[in-house]
C-alpha cells in the first residue's frame, strides 16, 4: 500500500542478521574477570546473543564514531548508519512472522537499548522509523495495512514519521486539531491544518528523509467527531519533493540530536483513500458509516494510546544505557586520575575521595536496580492481558519518567566529576548531556506521566475499597493500625545496627510505608475536597505534587524488590555479597534522599537518619573496590564509548 501511495519502487531485500550461537569466545575484557562476564550475562539476560553481536556490529569501522561536521553530514552519516542496521534485519523483529519479522518485541527492545551506547541520533532514527512509524501501522492497523507496509518499512525502502505532536497541543494528544474529514464520494479521508498551530511539530524523519508518515487527526464523518485516530498519509513524492498540499519545514539546530532529521508538516485538504485509516479498532464503511467494537470514546482513545506504550518502555531503557556510558567514562577516568594528597605523599585518586564515591557510586547503585527492573516490565509488557494493560502502562510510564530523570542527573554529575576533561567533545559527556536531555520529553513530558502514575494507582485504589465487604474492611483498617503502630514502634523508630540497616526486610518495609501512607492520605485529600464539592481539575491542581511523589515512591518501591529478587536469585556467594552492597546502596541512599518526610511522619527519629548516612557512606567504600568490574560489566566496546579518557588501564578486582 505505501507503494501505492507514494509512488516508490521495491529495492533490494534486506539480510537478517543471524542469532543462531553464542560467540565461541567473549570479548577480551570478559576474559580479564570472569565475575565481570557473570555480571554481563546477569544483565543481558535472555537476549545475550543479539546484544553481543550489535555490540559488535556498532564496533565495526562502519560505525566508527566522527565529531563534528555540519547538520547535513551528520544527518547523512545517520541515515548511512540506519539503513546498515535495516540491512542486519534489526528493524524487522518485532514485526509478525508473515511479513518478514520474527514477532518478538523483547529482541526488539534489546537492540534499541544496546543502541543507546553509541550515537543517540542513530538510536532514535532507528526508533522512528522502525518502532514508531512501523510500529504504529502494526499495532493500529490490521493484516491489510502489515501485508502492504511493513516489509518496506523494515528494508527501509520506505522512510516514515509519526506525525502525533502539534505545536499548541503537545502532549494533549485528546484535543489535538488536525482533522481528517470523510468523503463518502470519492471514498477518501481529507486531511486538514486547521490553524500554524495545529501543524506537526517536531516530528522526526520529517525535514529530509520521510515519505510517508502515521498522521494523527480527529476523524471527522458526516460532520460528527469520533475523536483520534490515525491515517497513512504520503508526505514527498517519487522525486523527494513536498506531496501536493503538504507543507514541510525543518526545525533546525537543535540542543542534540543533530543527525535527526525533525521538521513541521502542515496539511491542506489532503486527500488519502479510504484504507489510509489504521482500522484496528474502527472502521469506516464506503458510505460513511463508523464503526468500532469499542463504544465508548474515552476508553477507545486510550486503547488506541495504549498499544504504543511500547515507545516509553524503549526510551527508559534507552535512557539507561546513555547512564551506563557516562557512568563507564567518568569511572574509569576516576581509577585513573589523581590529585592531591597528604603533604610528601602521593596524591590520591579520585575515586578514592569519599565525596567522589557518592556522586558517582550512588548513581551506580540506581543504575543497576533499574537495569534489574527493566526486564521484569519487558516481560510483563510482552505477555500483557486486559486485565493488566493499565497496571503495565502505569509501570511503564513512571519507570520511563524515574528513568530518564536519572539520566539527566547523573550525566550531569559525571560531566563535573572528570572536570575539564568532561567538557571536551571527544570525551562523549557533551554529547551524551545533549542528545539525552530530550528523553524527559520523549514519549510523554515526565511531570505529565509521573501525575498519570498517581491518578492510576489511586483509581485502584479506590477500587479495591469499594469492592470490599464489611468484614474485608474492618479487617483491612485494623491491618493498616497494625502496621502503623509497628512503624512508629520506638525500637524500629531508633534502630541504627547495620543488621537492621542492611536487611532487606527494613529497607522494604520502609520503601513499602512511604507508598502506603502517601496513597491512604492522597485519598483522604482528595475525599475532603469532594465534600466541598470542588470541580474534579480544580481538586487535581491541589493534589498534583502529591500524585508525584506518590509515583515516585510507587516506582522506588517496584525497583527495590526486582533488585532483591535478582540478588537473591545470584547462586555465588561472592556475587550476592557485592549485589546486596549495590541494593543496600541504591536503598539507603533513596531513604536518605527522603528523609524529611520519614521524620515529619514519625517513621525515624534522627538518631536513625544519621545512621543512615554513616552507612551509605560505608557502603560507598565497600563498592568502590568493585567500581572497575561494574562498569566493565557493562560491556560497551571501546570503539563504541570513544571517550579517550576511558580507554587507559582496566583496573576490574579479581575474585
Given at each position: 500500500?505505501?507503494?501505492?501511495?507514494?509512488?516508490?519502487?521495491?529495492?533490494?531485500?534486506?539480510?537478517?542478521?543471524?542469532?543462531?550461537?553464542?560467540?565461541?569466545?567473549?570479548?577480551?575484557?570478559?576474559?580479564?574477570?570472569?565475575?565481570?562476564?557473570?555480571?554481563?550475562?546477569?544483565?543481558?539476560?535472555?537476549?545475550?546473543?543479539?546484544?553481543?553481536?550489535?555490540?559488535?556490529?556498532?564496533?565495526?569501522?562502519?560505525?566508527?564514531?566522527?565529531?563534528?561536521?555540519d547538520i547535513a553530514q551528520q544527518r547523512r552519516r545517520v541515515l548511512a548508519w540506519t539503513l546498515?542496521?535495516?540491512?542486519?534485519?534489526?528493524?524487522?523483529?518485532?514485526?509478525?512472522?508473515?511479513?518478514?519479522?520474527?514477532?518478538?518485541?523483547?529482541?526488539?527492545?534489546?537492540?534499541?537499548?544496546?543502541?543507546?551506547?553509541?550515537?543517540?541520533?542513530?538510536?532514535?532514527?532507528?526508533?522512528?522509523?522502525?518502532?514508531?512509524?512501523?510500529?504504529?501501522?502494526?499495532?493500529?492497523?490490521?493484516?491489510?495495512?502489515?501485508?502492504?507496509?511493513?516489509?518496506?518499512?523494515?528494508?527501509?525502502?520506505?522512510?516514515?514519521?509519526?506525525?502525533?505532536?502539534?505545536?499548541?497541543?503537545?502532549?494533549?494528544?485528546?484535543?489535538?486539531?488536525?482533522?481528517?474529514?470523510?468523503?463518502?464520494?470519492?471514498?477518501?479521508?481529507?486531511?486538514?491544518?486547521?490553524?500554524?498551530?495545529?501543524?506537526?511539530?517536531?516530528?522526526?524523519?520529517?525535514?529530509?528523509?520521510?515519505?510517508?508518515?502515521?498522521?494523527?487527526?480527529?476523524?471527522?464523518?458526516?460532520?460528527?467527531?469520533?475523536?483520534?485516530?490515525?491515517?497513512?498519509?504520503?508526505?514527498?513524492?517519487?522525486?523527494?519533493?513536498?506531496?501536493?498540499?503538504?507543507?514541510?519545514?525543518?526545525?533546525?539546530?537543535?540542543?542534540?540530536?543533530?543527525?535527526?532529521?525533525?521538521?513541521?508538516?502542515?496539511?491542506?485538504?489532503?486527500?488519502?483513500?479510504?484504507?489510509?485509516?489504521?482500522?484496528?479498532?474502527?472502521?469506516?464503511?464506503?458510505?460513511?458509516?463508523?464503526?468500532?467494537?469499542?463504544?465508548?470514546?474515552?476508553?477507545?482513545?486510550?486503547?488506541?494510546?495504549?498499544?504504543?506504550?511500547?515507545?516509553?518502555?524503549?526510551?527508559?531503557?534507552?535512557?539507561?544505557?546513555?547512564?551506563?556510558?557516562?557512568?563507564?567514562?567518568?569511572?574509569?577516568?576516576?581509577?585513573?586520575?589523581?590529585?592531591?594528597?597528604?603533604?610528601?605523599?602521593?596524591?590520591?585518586?579520585?575515586?578514592?575521595?569519599?565525596?567522589?564515591?557518592?556522586?558517582?557510586?550512588?548513581?551506580?547503585?540506581?543504575?543497576?536496580?533499574?537495569?534489574?527492573?527493566?526486564?521484569?516490565?519487558?516481560?510483563?509488557?510482552?505477555?500483557?492481558?486486559?486485565?493488566?494493560?493499565?497496571?503495565?502502562?502505569?509501570?511503564?510510564?513512571?519507570?520511563?519518567?524515574?528513568?530518564?530523570?536519572?539520566?539527566?542527573?547523573?550525566?550531569?554529575?559525571?560531566?563535573?566529576?572528570?572536570?575539564?576533561?568532561?567538557?571536551?567533545?571527544?570525551?562523549?559527556?557533551?554529547?551524551?548531556?545533549?542528545?539525552?536531555?530530550?528523553?524527559?520529553?520523549?514519549?510523554?513530558?515526565?511531570?505529565?506521566?509521573?501525575?498519570?502514575?498517581?491518578?492510576?494507582?489511586?483509581?485502584?485504589?479506590?477500587?479495591?475499597?469499594?469492592?470490599?465487604?464489611?468484614?474485608?474492611?474492618?479487617?483491612?483498617?485494623?491491618?493498616?493500625?497494625?502496621?502503623?503502630?509497628?512503624?512508629?514502634?520506638?525500637?524500629?523508630?531508633?534502630?541504627?545496627?547495620?543488621?537492621?540497616?542492611?536487611?532487606?526486610?527494613?529497607?522494604?518495609?520502609?520503601?513499602?510505608?512511604?507508598?502506603?501512607?502517601?496513597?491512604?492520605?492522597?485519598?483522604?485529600?482528595?475525599?475532603?475536597?469532594?465534600?466541598?464539592?470542588?470541580?474534579?481539575?480544580?481538586?487535581?491542581?491541589?493534589?498534583?505534587?502529591?500524585?508525584?511523589?506518590?509515583?515516585?515512591?510507587?516506582?522506588?518501591?517496584?525497583?527495590?524488590?526486582?533488585?532483591?529478587?535478582?540478588?537473591?536469585?545470584?547462586?555465588?556467594?561472592?556475587?550476592?555479597?557485592?549485589?546486596?552492597?549495590?541494593?543496600?546502596?541504591?536503598?539507603?541512599?533513596?531513604?536518605?534522599?527522603?528523609?524529611?518526610?520519614?521524620?515529619?511522619?514519625?517513621?525515624?527519629?534522627?538518631?536513625?537518619?544519621?545512621?543512615?548516612?554513616?552507612?551509605?557512606?560505608?557502603?560507598?567504600?565497600?563498592?568502590?573496590?568493585?567500581?572497575?568490574?561494574?562498569?566493565?560489566?557493562?560491556?560497551?566496546?571501546?570503539?563504541?564509548?570513544?571517550?579517550?579518557?576511558?580507554?587507559?588501564?582496566?583496573?576490574?578486582?579479581?575474585?
Open positions: 500500500m505505501i507503494a501505492e501511495m507514494t509512488g516508490l519502487a521495491p529495492g533490494a531485500s534486506a539480510t537478517t542478521m543471524s542469532t543462531a550461537q553464542l560467540p565461541a569466545e567473549s570479548s577480551e575484557r570478559e576474559h580479564k574477570n570472569a565475575r565481570v562476564a557473570t555480571i554481563t550475562a546477569l544483565l543481558d539476560g535472555d537476549q545475550a546473543v543479539l546484544r553481543w553481536q550489535v555490540r559488535r556490529l556498532l564496533a565495526s569501522p562502519t560505525f566508527r564514531r566522527v565529531s563534528g561536521g546498515r542496521l535495516a540491512e542486519e534485519g534489526l528493524g524487522r523483529l518485532a514485526y509478525p512472522q508473515a511479513t518478514g519479522g520474527q514477532g518478538d518485541i523483547a529482541a526488539y527492545l534489546a537492540v534499541f537499548e544496546t543502541l543507546a551506547h553509541h550515537d543517540l541520533s542513530l538510536l532514535i532514527k532507528f526508533g522512528v522509523q522502525f518502532g514508531l512509524f512501523g510500529g504504529s501501522i502494526q499495532h493500529l492497523g490490521t493484516n491489510y495495512h502489515h501485508r502492504r507496509c511493513l516489509t518496506d518499512i523494515a528494508a527501509m525502502r520506505v522512510i516514515g514519521a509519526f506525525a502525533m505532536t502539534e505545536t499548541d497541543h503537545g502532549s494533549n494528544v485528546r484535543d489535538l486539531e488536525t482533522t481528517a474529514r470523510y468523503d463518502a464520494v470519492n471514498e477518501e479521508f481529507i486531511i486538514h491544518t486547521p490553524h500554524p498551530g495545529a501543524r506537526k511539530d517536531y516530528i522526526g524523519n520529517v525535514a529530509c528523509d520521510g515519505q510517508v508518515a502515521t498522521v494523527f487527526a480527529q476523524l471527522i464523518v458526516d460532520g460528527v467527531s469520533h475523536g483520534v485516530h490515525a491515517f497513512v498519509t504520503p508526505i514527498r513524492t517519487a522525486q523527494g519533493n513536498p506531496a501536493p498540499g503538504v507543507t514541510i519545514e525543518d526545525v533546525g539546530e537543535k540542543m542534540g540530536l543533530n543527525g535527526v532529521d525533525n521538521g513541521r508538516l502542515a496539511f491542506d485538504q489532503v486527500r488519502v483513500p479510504r484504507h489510509a485509516l489504521l482500522d484496528r479498532f474502527a472502521q469506516v464503511t464506503p458510505e460513511g458509516v463508523y464503526q468500532s467494537t469499542i463504544e465508548n470514546e474515552s476508553k477507545r482513545f486510550f486503547t488506541m494510546l495504549g498499544t504504543l506504550v511500547g515507545g516509553r518502555i524503549a526510551i527508559g531503557a534507552a535512557a539507561l544505557s546513555a547512564t551506563k556510558s557516562a557512568l563507564t567514562i567518568a569511572i574509569r577516568y576516576a581509577l585513573q586520575r589523581r590529585q592531591f594528597g597528604s603533604p610528601g605523599g602521593a596524591e590520591m585518586l579520585l575515586l578514592d575521595y569519599p565525596s567522589h564515591q557518592r556522586r558517582l557510586l550512588i548513581p551506580l547503585a540506581r543504575t543497576y536496580a533499574l537495569a534489574f527492573t527493566l526486564p521484569y516490565l519487558v516481560d510483563r509488557f510482552t505477555h500483557r492481558t486486559e486485565t493488566d494493560t493499565r497496571e503495565i502502562e502505569a509501570l511503564a510510564a513512571g519507570f520511563k519518567a524515574y528513568s530518564t530523570w536519572h539520566t539527566t542527573r547523573t550525566i550531569q554529575e559525571c560531566r563535573e566529576a572528570c572536570g575539564a576533561q568532561g567538557y571536551l567533545a571527544n570525551n562523549q559527556l557533551a554529547a551524551l548531556k545533549a542528545d539525552s536531555d530530550i528523553f524527559t520529553t520523549f514519549e510523554g513530558d515526565n511531570t505529565v506521566l509521573m501525575q498519570l502514575v498517581g491518578k492510576s494507582l489511586l483509581t485502584d485504589f479506590q477500587h479495591c475499597l469499594h469492592d470490599m465487604n464489611a468484614f474485608e474492611l474492618m479487617h483491612f483498617a485494623a491491618a493498616q493500625a497494625t502496621h502503623t503502630m509497628r512503624d512508629r514502634a520506638s525500637s524500629i523508630r531508633k534502630a541504627t545496627e547495620p543488621g537492621h540497616l542492611l536487611s532487606v526486610d527494613f529497607q522494604l518495609d520502609a520503601f513499602r510505608h512511604r507508598e502506603q501512607a502517601l496513597l491512604a492520605s492522597l485519598a483522604r485529600r482528595i475525599k475532603r475536597l469532594q465534600a466541598q464539592q470542588r470541580d474534579p481539575h480544580a481538586i487535581l491542581l491541589q493534589v498534583q505534587i502529591h500524585l508525584m511523589a506518590l509515583a515516585q515512591a510507587f516506582i522506588e518501591r517496584v525497583t527495590l524488590e526486582r533488585f532483591a529478587i535478582t540478588a537473591d536469585a545470584v547462586d555465588t556467594a561472592p556475587l550476592r555479597t557485592l549485589l546486596g552492597q549495590l541494593r543496600s546502596l541504591y536503598a539507603l541512599a533513596t531513604i536518605e534522599e527522603h528523609k524529611g518526610w520519614y521524620l515529619e511522619h514519625g517513621y525515624f527519629d534522627g538518631v536513625k537518619t544519621k545512621a543512615i548516612r554513616r552507612q551509605v557512606d560505608a557502603l560507598c567504600a565497600a563498592v568502590r573496590a568493585d567500581a572497575a568490574a561494574l562498569v566493565d560489566a557493562f560491556a560497551i566496546p571501546d570503539e563504541v564509548l570513544a571517550a579517550p579518557i576511558a580507554l587507559g588501564a582496566h583496573t576490574t578486582t579479581a575474585v
